[in-house]
């Protein structure tokens, strides 16, 4: 467990804040961008600001250094390990400009869930073209 980026803290189990200003915990939690927090299970935050948090998250891949903004502010984790191979995943991503990606469905209300087939009823389009344009319409 390091914390070697200027304010950085870490704690856990071989946990790395190299990111000034970042914040790692957990196991294996690696928080790189600068004012980054990295917790749980192998996550990693790369880029400026990014919070990531569950276990074994896709890396956020965007082309910009640790110092400036990725793609994400957010990612939550959900992969696992199978069989000894990682399976990287992510639940949930919430980019700069407000638009949240679900892996599942959205349960409203705790009675109301909307799944890709229902939105794709709702605006008119079917399910192959919702999934083939990977467009997420809003209300």
Do not use: P
Not at 14 to 39: K, L, P, Q, V
Not at 40 to 51: D, P
Request: proline share 0%; glycine share 12%.
């Amino acid at each position: 467990t390091v914390a070697s980026g200027a304010n950085s803290h870490a704690e856990g189990n071989t946990t790395e804040a190299s990111g000034a200003n970042s914040h790692a915990e957990g196991n294996s939690c690696h928080a790189i961008g600068t004012n980054s927090h990295a917790e749980g299970l192998q996550t990693q935050a790369y880029h400026r600001s990014q919070h990531v948090f569950g276990e074994y998250n896709i890396l956020d891949n965007a082309s910009q250094t640790t110092t400036a903004r990725g793609e994400y502010i957010e990612i939550v984790g959900n992969g696992e390990v199978s069989g000894g191979t990682i399976n990287y995943s992510n639940a949930r991503t919430l980019d700069w400009s407000g638009n949240e990606m679900i892996a599942g469905n959205l349960t409203i209300g705790g009675d109301t869930t909307l799944t890709k087939e229902r939105l794709a009823m709702l605006n008119g389009l079917t399910v192959a073209t919702v999934a083939q344009t990977k467009t997420y319409l809003g209300f």
